[in-house]
């Protein structure tokens, strides 16, 4: 049996607009993530990516569903209470906008060690300063950063400060929410190696959401793409690029730049037209481990 992290089932997540008006952002979801593996999370702009990861943080109250971590169900109130803190410290979630999610008018030394200082835990390396030193180090940032503000760095730099953060939890599972998604093209690179460097060395799980499939390619183990609050296609990296079953899969790839100038001219933009979506219908298993939408009459 797999060694699951985390299960995710049936989640469905709306938000109720006016009385009479409800979007679905999320819609009957299930998928696992197991131990040490990076998941990738793919789908268009309001696909339900970020609401996917705010139920599983504990952000978001699902409207119906089920999510466990470490066989524990976060969205039980009474379980939450009784394991809060290991859910808030081994669970830690990295934003796409580094800028807005760390404080100001904080020295990145205090911002490192804030999380420590809430949960009280008691730096492994003597003190909170040293801890600070220790993490940025580990994300490739040396000392004279402790005592910058977030403003006087660039946003590669901020990511990695972020995710030092993070790592001065000793954390099990990272949900990574577009992680690279506003960063300049030549740093998105930098953070990816990263995130597969940090992950080999501390052998912990990730949910790396993304919005364009070349960004997961090189990184992730497994890819789920979404489309509209649902699942259409779930499979090993590998083979999700070699044999892609779902046409909006198919539409994803399509979107991928090709190195070579000549083939990158011709390359054929296709469009995934969503009236064909095929509402009424449900993920198959077609081989191990590939799982696929598949309409009702088919
Ligand atoms: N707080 C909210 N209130 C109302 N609608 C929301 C809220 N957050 C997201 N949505 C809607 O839910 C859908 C999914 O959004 P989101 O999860 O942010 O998608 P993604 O992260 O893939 O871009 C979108 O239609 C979005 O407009
Ligand atoms: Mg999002």
Redesign the pocket.
């Known amino acids: 049996m797999d060694d699951l992290i985390l299960e995710v089932q049936h989640l469905t997540h709306q ?1 109720r ?1 006016t009385k009479n008006l409800v ?1 679905k ?2 819609d009957d979801l299930s998928f696992q993530i197991r131990r040490g593996e990076i998941f990738g999370l793919v ?10 990861a705010r139920c599983i943080m504990n952000i978001y109250q699902p409207s119906s569903g089920r999510i466990f971590y470490n066989g524990i169900n976060v969205c039980d109130p009474k379980e939450f209470r009784k394991h809060k803190k290991i859910l808030q410290t081994s669970r830690q979630l990295i934003f796409q906008d580094s800028a807005s999610s760390l404080n100001g008018r904080m020295q990145v030394a205090d911002i490192i060690g804030e999380p420590m200082e809430i949960h009280h835990i008691k730096p492994p390396r003597g003190s909170l300063r040293a801890e600070a030193e220790f993490q940025l180090h580990s994300v490739g940032l040396d000392k004279s950063y402790l005592n910058k503000y977030p403003t006087e760095l660039s946003g590669g730099m901020r990511q990695r400060v972020a995710i030092a953060r993070a790592l001065s939890m000793e954390p099990e599972l990272l949900v990574a ?1 577009e992680p690279i998604a506003s960063l300049d093209v030549s740093i998105q690179a930098q953070i990816i190696n990263l995130f597969k460097h940090l992950q080999a060395e501390h052998d912990f799980s990730i949910l790396f ?1 993304a ?1 364009d499939l070349s960004v997961v390619k090189y990184l992730c183990d497994r890819v789920g793409v ?1 489309y509209r ?1 649902k699942l259409v296609e779930v499979a090993q990296t590998k083979e999700l690029f070699s044999s892609p079953k779902h046409p909006y899969t198919k539409t994803l790839l399509s979107a991928i730049p090709v190195p070579d100038p000549r083939r990158e001219r011709t390359r054929v933009l296709q469009e995934f037209d969503p009236a064909l979506f095929e509402w009424d219908g449900k993920l198959v298993e077609i081989s191990p481990d590939h799982l696929v939408w598949k309409g009702g009459n088919q």
């Not at 789908?43 to 996917?52: A, F, I, L």
């Open positions: 938000f607009l979007i952002a999320v789908g268009e702009s309001g696909s339900g990516k970020s609401t996917v929410d959401i919005h979404m609050g």
